[in-house]
């Protein structure tokens, strides 16, 4: 195996220009499959959810999934694109384990949404706390399509199909209803690429989650990306040989992809190699991508419009009725919310950027006051998803969950500091908030007696400093406190702390 060089990441920049293409799959929540009644329920015991229509047995006839064709239209229209008066399915013929009919149906030269753009913020290069620039990035398309089943691969250390004693297929993802969203060429982004394909990826999950259509879920793969990344000499024009890293799952992963990708090419190309048209396999744990397969061409797919399924030709007055549906648009809502929670530019720069958005939303929505939302989830909570390498929003803690746990900091129950063990309590699955601090034994002692006591000890133990408390030197309260939270292992009422040792000093 050839070893792979990277090039220095600047040093990509001055001999390159790069361009990628980001496909975004969005599994849809119906309740239904794209072509037939099977239930699309995650998590079901593999292939309890299949029917001869999605198994493509002979004889199966498929039907259009009416609340699909609605969601797609509601995406396009969110995306600034034109829809389609007619549009038809076509088959994409490929062989693969996890594809049943040995085709998928797919949308091709005809999309149900088309030429539109979404503007993403991205931070500016070396400017100020919180400033941001606008990047447009054009929308290619976005089209109707199933999803297929799942392989697992038994044995090896990779969990991949090379080294594997055998392989399993799950047919209950086949025939889930998919939207494919891709972008034009995205082109003179230089070193803003990674940073763009993050931001993208996250306001596109946003107005996902906004629509309501999707659940978004990158950990489970309702919606995942796909990167293609080519370079080209610099300033030369053009586009170079591409590679495609499939199913990137988490924004974190995106913006890494992208960064590997370009460094990897100009390792290639600065040799004197080539790049092979290939798809690409993401590591997470790692941080690299690994070859999968020779990536095809539209005509190896030999596509043809599918004689089983009549075109959809939605009329003008539904369009307009589904484009009433639509949503505040993110960026102006982001902008709305600053203002209203009195964050920063800098604030709600790091907020986003940190994926916490959302989440700090439905917090506030829940009862916390923004302060208090934004100061865990970018805090603790982000720190833990740092460390874990987890994207924040699959910690495994929810925003009602942090409310409440800030009401029960708010009504004194516990302090900040045992809050903190709650929340390390909800990422390990240990029931509510009350739960964990009844059985971790975490509520805040405000018992006169049990304090007094403790206050005894600490003044005793330290007479330097209640004396000077009794000379009036207030202020060194503080470290009588510090000493009773030791003794009583931060479960102290700190404020009432305080009133007792004046009370005995003063």
Request: hydrophobic content about 40%; proline content about 5%; glycine content about 8%.
């Amino acid at each position: 195996m050839t070893e792979t060089v990277l090039v220095d990441f600047d040093d990509v920049l001055a001999s390159y220009d790069p361009a990628m293409g980001l496909e975004v799959h969005v599994e849809l929540n119906t309740n239904s499959k794209m072509f037939c009644g099977c239930p699309t329920v995650f998590g079901g015991e593999p292939n309890t959810q299949v029917c001869p229509t999605c198994l493509g047995l002979p004889g199966a006839m498929p039907v259009v999934n009416r609340k699909a064709v609605e969601s797609a239209i509601r995406i396009g229209l969110a995306l600034n694109c034109d829809i389609a008066e007619w549009c038809r399915f076509a088959r994409k013929n490929y062989f693969y384990p996890d594809m049943p009919k040995n085709f998928q149906t797919s949308q091709y030269d005809e999309p149900i949404a088309f030429e539109g753009y979404m503007d993403v913020d991205i931070p500016v290069v070396g400017g100020a706390d919180g400033e941001t620039e606008t990047f447009r990035v054009e929308i290619e398309r976005a089209h109707m399509e199933e999803d297929t089943g799942k392989s697992l691969h038994v044995g090896g250390a990779t969990g991949r199909i090379h080294g594997a004693d055998h392989s399993l297929v799950d047919y209950n993802r086949a025939g889930i209803p998919l939207i494919e969203i891709v972008t034009k060429p995205i082109m003179g982004a230089r070193e803003k690429a990674p940073a763009i394909a993050k931001a993208y990826v996250a306001q596109l999950r946003e107005l996902i989650v906004a629509l309501g259509v999707s659940d978004a879920r990158m950990d489970q793969g309702s919606i995942r990306a796909d990167v293609n990344l080519s370079l080209a000499p610099k300033d030369a024009g053009g586009l170079g040989t591409r590679s495609e890293t499939k199913n990137v799952n988490s924004l974190r992963s995106v913006e890494r992809a992208v960064r590997y990708e370009m460094q990897r090419h100009a390792g290639i190309l600065d040799a004197g190699g080539s790049i092979l048209q290939e798809t690409r396999h993401w590591h997470e744990d790692t941080g690299i991508t690994t070859s999968g397969r020779e990536k095809s061409d539209a005509e190896d797919y030999r596509y043809f419009p599918e004689p089983d399924l009549v075109p959809v030709a939605p009329s003008r007055e539904w369009v307009d009725e589904l484009r009433g549906t639509l949503p505040e648009n993110p960026t102006v809502k982001r902008a709305r919310l600053q203002q209203e929670w009195g964050f920063t530019d800098l604030e709600m720069r790091d907020t986003v950027g940190a994926g916490a958005f959302g989440l700090v939303e439905e917090t506030i929505a829940a009862g916390a006051t923004p302060q208090a939302a934004r100061k865990w989830w970018l805090s603790d909570l982000a720190r833990r998803a740092n460390e874990s390498a987890t994207d924040i929003a699959d910690l495994g803690v929810s925003p009602t969950q942090v409310a409440e746990v800030q009401a029960l900091v708010d009504s004194k129950t516990i302090n900040d500091k045992l809050a903190r063990q709650v929340f390390d309590g909800l990422i390990a699955g240990e029931g509510t908030p009350e739960e964990i601090i009844a059985a971790r034994g975490l509520a805040v002692v405000s018992d006169d007696g049990a304090l007094g006591a403790a206050v005894d000890v600490a003044i005793a133990a330290n007479p330097d400093v209640a004396d000077k408390i009794r000379d009036g030197k207030l202020a060194a309260a503080g470290a009588l406190i510090g000493a009773v939270m030791k003794e009583m292992k931060g479960q102290a009422d700190a404020a009432r702390v305080r009133e007792l040792i004046l009370e005995k000093l003063t």
